[in-house]
C-alpha cells in the first residue's frame, strides 16, 4: 500500500511545477482584469461632411514674376581659372607693348588651361584683330559668342564681330 500513495505523491510533485507554469500563463494571458485591450484599433469614423475651405488664400493676388534676392555671381569668376587670368593680364601688357605675337602666345597658353572661358577667346580674337587677321578674330569671336557669356561679354564679343565683319 505504501507504494500505490507514493506513486500518485511522486507524480503530483513532477506535475507541480508544469501545472503552475500553465496557470501562470493562463492567468497573464487574460490580463488578470487590466483595463488595455488585445484588439487592433478599428479606423477613425469618416466625417459625412467635408469641412469648409477658406476662401481669404485664394482671394489674395499672387505675383506671377519670382523676383530675385540676390544676384548671382558673374561666369566670368566660374569659368576664369587664376592661372588663365594671370595669363590674359600678361597677354595686355604684351599687347600695350605692340608685342602682339607674345600676347598670342599668351592667350593660347590660357585658352589651353581654360577652354570654355569667353574672355580668352575675346582677348585672343581683339590680337588677331590689332595683327589685321580679321577672319581669324571673326571666328574667335562667334566661338566665345558660343561660350554662354555674361551679358557684358556678349555685348562686347558682339561688337567685336560687327568690327571684323566691317574689315572683311
Same mark, same amino acid.
Given at each position: 500500500? /505504501?507504494? $500505490?500513495? %507514493?506513486?500518485?505523491?511522486?507524480?503530483?510533485? $513532477?506535475?507541480?511545477?508544469?501545472?503552475? &507554469?500553465?496557470?501562470? #500563463?493562463?492567468?497573464?494571458? #487574460?490580463?488578470?482584469? $487590466?483595463?488595455?485591450?488585445? &484588439?487592433?484599433?478599428?479606423?477613425?469614423?469618416?466625417? #459625412?461632411?467635408?469641412?469648409?475651405?477658406?476662401?481669404?488664400?485664394?482671394? &489674395?493676388?499672387?505675383?506671377?514674376?519670382?523676383?530675385? $534676392?540676390?544676384?548671382?555671381?558673374?561666369?566670368?569668376?566660374?569659368?576664369?581659372?587664376?592661372?588663365?587670368?594671370?595669363?590674359? /593680364?600678361?597677354?595686355?601688357?604684351?599687347?600695350?607693348?605692340?608685342?602682339?605675337?607674345?600676347?598670342?602666345?599668351?592667350?593660347?597658353?590660357?585658352?589651353?588651361?581654360?577652354?570654355?572661358?569667353?574672355?580668352?577667346? *575675346?582677348?585672343?580674337?581683339? %590680337?588677331?584683330?590689332?595683327?589685321?587677321?580679321?577672319?581669324?578674330?571673326? *571666328?574667335?569671336?562667334?566661338?566665345?559668342?558660343?561660350?554662354?557669356? #555674361?551679358?557684358?561679354?556678349?555685348? %562686347?564679343?558682339?561688337?567685336?564681330?560687327?568690327?571684323?565683319?566691317?574689315?572683311?
Amino acid at each position: 500500500m /505504501d507504494h $500505490t500513495i %507514493s506513486l500518485p505523491d511522486h507524480r503530483l510533485l $513532477t506535475c507541480r511545477p508544469l501545472f503552475l &507554469t500553465v496557470v501562470a #500563463t493562463a492567468v497573464l494571458s #487574460t490580463g488578470c482584469g $487590466t483595463k488595455y485591450s488585445t &484588439t487592433t484599433p478599428s479606423a477613425p469614423p469618416v466625417p #459625412t461632411q467635408l469641412p469648409s475651405v477658406d476662401n481669404t488664400i485664394q482671394n &489674395t493676388p499672387v505675383d506671377p514674376v519670382i523676383k530675385p $534676392t540676390t544676384m548671382a555671381p558673374p561666369l566670368e569668376a566660374v569659368r576664369s581659372l587664376p592661372a588663365a587670368i594671370a595669363l590674359r /593680364d600678361q597677354a595686355a601688357n604684351a599687347t600695350a607693348a605692340d608685342n602682339h605675337s607674345r600676347a598670342l602666345g599668351l592667350l593660347e597658353r590660357a585658352l589651353r588651361i581654360s577652354p570654355d572661358d569667353p574672355l580668352t577667346f *575675346q582677348a585672343l580674337a581683339q %590680337s588677331h584683330l590689332a595683327m589685321n587677321q580679321p577672319g581669324q578674330a571673326l *571666328q574667335l569671336a562667334r566661338r566665345g559668342l558660343s561660350l554662354n557669356p #555674361t551679358n557684358a561679354q556678349r555685348d %562686347s564679343l558682339m561688337a567685336l564681330v560687327e568690327k571684323c565683319q566691317a574689315m572683311l
